[in-house]
């Protein structure tokens, strides 16, 4: 089995960054939220699939709103959550080629990997 994930693993060329929103007890003893930092959720080597194109908007020329999902694959071992933002680099080689934000879908796991969907919602200004 230890074989097979280090060959799942040569799979995951592109990187994965996941901000998360931790409670945190503040000084005058109210609670509110700040992004955790762990090192563990930066970098993560996941694979990038387009499920769902973003099409060009061809009824208005001023906004164009992106909608697109995407299936990221990613080892079991990482921490995901429903609603968690993803920030995913999609790499060529060395070569960064192109990034996605969006929302984390419910995670479904397999016995060497899990599925995302990042579902990513913007409005882009012509």
Do not use: W
């Amino acid at each position: 089995m230890a074989y097979l994930d280090k060959y799942v693993n040569m799979m995951y060329r592109d990187k994965l960054s996941i901000i998360r929103y931790v409670p945190v007890e503040n000084n005058d003893g109210t609670t509110g939220q700040e992004q955790d930092k762990s090192s563990e959720l930066s970098g993560v080597p996941c694979h990038i699939s387009i499920l769902k194109a973003d099409e060009a908007n061809t009824v208005s020329t001023d906004v164009d709103d992106v909608s697109a999902r995407f299936k990221i694959f990613t080892s079991p071992s990482v921490e995901i959550h429903k609603g968690d933002m993803l920030e995913a680099d999609k790499y060529l080689g060395e070569v960064k080629v192109q990034s996605y934000k969006g929302k984390a879908s419910d995670p479904v796991f397999y016995d060497l990997s899990q599925e995302i969907i990042l579902l990513e919602k913007r409005v882009k200004k012509c």
